[in-house]
């Protein structure tokens, strides 16, 4: 059985999530395009700024998920501290809305991001602990 350090798990949560969010991008573009179909422009402008806010907030977590895996993988601080800041930048403007997928997206992009900070908070308490 593969060991699965919590540096690992928390890479393979911000892809997850990180997935979701660009999934929801993708759906509130679907949504946006619907209401203007319809008739609604400016529900379609609004889905289409959620669609660009997801879109980018995605990318970026993606980003810093692979890049506190692998070039950051000395200071993984870093890596989750900007993970848990994209995820409440995406809850921020989520809000309760409709986007399950994106909220869904958002939590696991928080949990990558606490993963990638149990290693350094076990440091300090061991730290703390011999001092």
Do not use: C, Q
Request: hydrophobic residues 65%.
């Amino acid at each position: 059985m593969v060991h699965l350090s919590e540096t690992r798990l928390g890479y393979g949560f911000g892809l997850l999530g990180g997935s979701l969010l660009l999934l929801g991008g993708l759906v509130s573009l679907v949504v946006g395009f619907v209401d203007l179909v319809v008739g609604h422009p400016f529900g379609a402008i609004s889905s289409a700024g959620l669609a660009v806010v997801l879109f980018v907030v995605g990318a970026l977590a993606i980003f810093f998920a692979w890049l506190a895996h692998h070039d950051w993988s000395d200071r993984p601080t870093a890596g989750g501290v900007l993970l848990v800041v994209l995820a409440v930048i995406g809850w921020a403007f989520l809000g309760l809305g409709a986007n399950v997928v994106a909220l869904i997206g958002a939590l696991f992009v928080f949990l990558g991001g606490v993963l990638f900070l149990v290693e350094p908070a076990k440091r300090v308490a061991l730290a703390a602990a011999t001092a």
